[in-house]
């Protein structure tokens, strides 16, 4: 069982930037995602980091803006986020899988609670 632990949303201005933070139980090998869901809105895929950093892929409406990047020696993987829009406003879920295939689809094993980003206009 992985337990994972989203940290670092907020309320931030258009343009600005956000990190979020996400603790790992354990030290599994897996493969790291952000999702975020908007309010009527399916769950999306955001960026995905393989288990050892040495791979990411991003969606495009992120890419250029957004950076996902690991530390395993904490456990921790992170979502640099910077020029922020108000279509980034969402709760941003991070997950967790064994496989690296499919990532942009939301069936990872483990899940965190989430954690709100509001971007104001």
């Known amino acids: 069982q992985v337990q994972l632990v989203e940290s670092g949303g907020g309320l931030v201005q258009a343009g600005g930037s956000l990190r979020l933070s996400c603790a790992a139980s354990g030290r599994p090998r897996y493969a790291m995602g952000w999702f975020r869901q908007a309010p009527g809105k399916e769950r999306e895929f955001v960026a995905v980091?393989?288990?050892?950093?040495?791979?990411?892929h991003y969606a495009d409406s992120v890419k250029g803006r957004f950076t996902i990047s690991r530390d395993n020696a904490k456990n921790t993987v992170y979502l640099q986020m910077n020029s922020l829009n108000p279509e980034d406003t969402a709760v941003y879920y991070c997950?967790?899988?064994?496989?690296?295939?499919?990532?942009?689809?939301?069936?990872?094993?483990?899940w965190g609670q989430g954690t709100q980003v509001t971007v104001s206009s």
């Open positions: 980091i393989s288990w050892n950093g040495g791979s990411a």
């Open positions: 997950a967790a899988d064994p496989t690296y295939v499919e990532y942009e689809k939301p069936f990872y094993d483990y």
